[in-house]
C-alpha cells in the first residue's frame, strides 16, 4: 500500500524558516517524482514543487521560487521542502503528492497533509 | 485567484446528473490532454478521480465521467449519491508553469 506522511509543520512567524518531511513507503521511492501540493484555509489547491526520480529535474511554481528548495534521500525513502524567507500567504496545508511511473501529468497518491502556519 | 475556473457551488437531487466545468486558456486546457480532476471531503486529502482528460482512476464507478472540448473540461457525475457531497477540483498541465488548479466546486446532494 502506497502511504505518504509529511511531518515538520507548525507555527512560524513572517521571515522565518520551515523544513518539511515527506515519509513514502510501499513503492520503490526512487524510480517516481514526487511533488509538494498546498492548500491554503478555505481555498484551493496550488502545485508548488516537483522533483524526479533522481533529483536532475526540479520545477517550482512562481510563487515560491528563489524561498522554497526541494529535494530527497532515495536511501532513507524521504522528501524535503526547505522553506525560507516565509510569508502569511505560506499558510497552507502542505501535501506530498506522488506521479505515476508513465505520464507524470496527474497526481496519483497524496498524503494525509501537514499544516504550516505564519503568523506573527 | 485560480488560473483555471470552476463554477464555486453545483447542486442536484439524489438520482441527478450534474456538470461542472473547468475553464483555461490556450496555454493549459487548450493545448494539453493532461487534465485531471480529483476529489476531496472536508478535512481529507484529495483523491485522483479522472486523469488524461477522461480515464477513470480505480475506485470511481462509471457514474463519473469527463470530457475537454478547446480551453474547458467538463465533469459529469450520473445518478447523484449523497457520499459525492465533496468538493471537485480541475488541474491542466500548463508548461512553463508547471501545473494549474481550478478554484475548486462544492457539490451538494440536495
Known amino acids: 500500500e502506497v502511504q505518504l506522511v509529511e511531518s515538520g509543520g507548525g507555527l512560524v512567524k513572517p521571515g522565518e524558516s520551515l523544513r518539511l518531511s515527506c515519509a513514502a513507503s510501499g513503492f520503490p521511492f526512487s524510480k517516481y517524482t514526487l511533488n509538494w501540493v498546498r492548500q491554503a484555509p478555505g481555498k484551493g489547491l496550488e502545485w508548488v514543487s516537483s522533483i524526479s526520480s533522481s533529483s536532475r529535474e526540479i520545477n517550482y511554481a512562481d510563487s515560491v521560487k528563489g524561498r522554497f528548495t526541494i529535494s530527497r534521500d532515495n536511501a532513507k525513502n524521504s522528501m524535503f521542502l526547505q522553506m525560507n524567507s516565509l510569508r502569511a500567504e505560506d499558510t497552507a496545508v502542505y501535501y506530498c503528492?506522488?506521479?505515476?511511473?508513465?505520464?507524470?501529468?496527474?497526481?496519483?497518491?497524496w498524503g494525509q497533509g501537514i499544516l504550516v502556519t505564519v503568523s506573527s | 485567484q485560480s488560473a483555471l475556473t470552476q463554477p464555486a457551488s453545483v447542486s442536484g437531487s439524489p438520482g441527478q446528473s450534474i456538470t461542472i466545468s473547468c475553464t483555461g486558456t490556450?496555454?493549459?486546457?487548450?493545448?494539453?490532454?493532461?487534465v485531471s480532476w480529483y476529489q476531496q471531503h472536508p478535512g481529507k486529502a484529495p483523491k485522483l478521480m479522472i486523469f488524461?482528460?477522461?480515464k477513470r482512476s480505480s475506485g470511481f464507478s462509471n457514474r463519473f465521467s469527463a470530457s475537454k472540448s478547446g480551453n474547458t473540461a467538463s465533469l459529469t457525475i450520473s445518478g447523484l449519491q449523497a457520499e459525492d457531497e465533496a468538493d471537485y477540483y480541475c488541474?491542466?498541465?500548463?508548461?512553463?508553469?508547471?501545473?494549474?488548479f481550478g478554484g475548486g466546486s462544492k457539490v451538494t446532494v440536495l
Open positions: 490556450s496555454s493549459d486546457v487548450g493545448t494539453y490532454n493532461l
Open positions: 488541474c491542466s498541465y500548463a508548461g512553463d508553469r508547471g501545473f494549474v
Open positions: 488524461e482528460v477522461n
Open positions: 503528492a506522488r506521479f505515476p511511473i508513465l505520464g507524470e501529468s496527474y497526481f496519483e497518491y
